[in-house]
């Protein structure tokens, strides 16, 4: 009689099922999820942050202007369309070398398209100081009260000015 070949035993080879890889790449996807939403806020906030900074750093260019200007002022008064006038003293600007001791046609300061633009009337030269959404110019009995407004993001942050005689 003939004899059968013997069968091997089956040996397992080393890996991984495919239910086993399928689970184990559910579960990471799950993670995944859950870190990127745990991080969103912070995102966002750091984002908010850098908007009211921008904002305080565009009032602070805007008041350090104002102020160089503001200091050599003979006369400060509201002109149509509530844009800012600044007539300065002619003897600072001859002492600065800026111009003769005569009358000085000033400094203007307005509103537009959302920049606050500086324009010195004695040389014609005009800039975007900041970018701003409001500015309010009320003349008072001593001088003038000047209110800027800046909106970045969600806030907004207002400075006044008052300059007087």
Request: no cysteine; glycine share 10%; proline share 4%.
């Amino acid at each position: 009689m003939k004899q059968l070949p013997r069968r091997r035993a089956a040996t397992r080879q080393s890996g991984h099922t495919l239910v086993e890889l399928i689970v184990v790449t559910t579960l990471m996807a799950m993670i995944t999820v859950l870190i990127a939403q745990a991080w969103r806020p912070i995102g966002h906030s750091t984002a908010e942050l850098r908007q009211e900074a921008t904002g305080l750093v565009e009032l602070r260019i805007a008041l350090a202007y104002l102020r160089q200007d503001l200091g050599g002022a003979e006369r400060v008064r509201r002109i149509e369309g509530g844009a800012l006038q600044l007539e300065r003293e002619p003897e600072a600007l001859a002492r600065y070398g800026l111009g003769t001791p005569r009358r000085d046609p000033g400094v203007e300061y307005s509103l537009a398209d959302g920049a606050l633009v500086r324009k010195d009337r004695h040389t014609g030269e005009s800039f975007a100081v900041a970018q701003l959404f409001g500015m309010e110019v009320v003349p008072t009995r001593s001088g003038a009260r000047v209110q800027l407004d800046a909106r970045h993001g969600k806030e907004t942050r207002s400075l006044e000015v008052v300059w007087s005689r």
